[in-house]
T-cell receptor
């Protein structure tokens, strides 16, 4: 059974700092990995999608890497801003025992960027 | 446009009520999903529709009844809920189709449900 772990559970940094969020998963047989952010009480916003054959994806100040063989992904945020404060969720898509595909989420990292 | 809309934003219902949550997307996606999210927890998958057919039911109690009237709409009918069903209900969609589960999921803003 796929399990996704995110470390740390919470992170507080001063504005302008570069930071890394970590995600690990137990089953490397994945189709892809997706990073989301979620503001309190809101839906999920997709940030980056990395296919299993890819090593990294970039969007603006965000860079996500994937090492499928070791079951790890990182989300790098450059020059953090207070508006980046949110919970960041990592999710992997794999095949279930029933043969279907679904996202399995980590519990998230709550990021606070202080002005 | 990568928008998934959900109505209502908030819903308060008694345990004997019947209500429905609605979700709509116009991205041409053929896979649509219902998730339930409790406070400080990740989303939990409830149902998946692929090409308007129910493809996954994650052993959800029958008091939750999904419906996909057409490729753009997804409903979740609620009946005789319990207070522990209070949560944020999220709808999502993707371009995934059988054999090609390679696409992003896009989420709606959610419906905050309170059962009294």
């Amino acid at each position: 059974k796929q399990e996704v772990t995110q470390i740390p559970a919470a992170l507080s940094v001063p504005e302008g700092e570069n930071l890394v969020l970590n995600c690990s998963f137990t089953d490397s047989a994945i189709y892809n990995l997706q990073w989301f952010r979620q503001d309190p009480g809101k839906g999920l916003t997709s940030l980056l999608l990395i296919q299993s054959s890819q090593r990294e994806q970039t969007s603006g100040r965000l860079n996500a890497s994937l090492d499928k063989s070791s079951g790890r992904s990182t989300l790098y945020i450059a020059a953090s801003q207070p508006g980046d404060s949110a919970t960041y969720l990592c999710a992997v898509k794999g095949r279930t025992q029933g043969g279907s595909e679904k996202l399995v989420f980590g519990k998230g990292t709550k990021l606070t960027v202080n002005p | 446009d990568t928008e998934v809309t959900q109505t209502p934003k908030h819903l308060v219902m008694g345990m004997t009520n019947k209500k429905s949550l609605k979700c709509e997307q116009h991205m041409g996606h053929r896979a649509m999903y219902w998730y339930k999210q409790k406070a400080k927890k990740p989303p939990e998958l409830m149902f998946v529709y692929s090409y308007e057919k129910l493809s996954i039911n994650e052993s959800v109690p029958s008091r939750f009844s999904p419906e996909c009237p057409n490729s753009s709409l997804l409903n979740l009918h609620l009946h005789a809920l319990q207070p522990e069903d209070s949560a944020l209900y999220l709808c999502a969609s993707s371009q995934d189709y059988p054999g090609r589960p390679l696409y992003e999921q896009y989420f709606g803003p959610g419906t905050r449900l309170t059962v009294t």
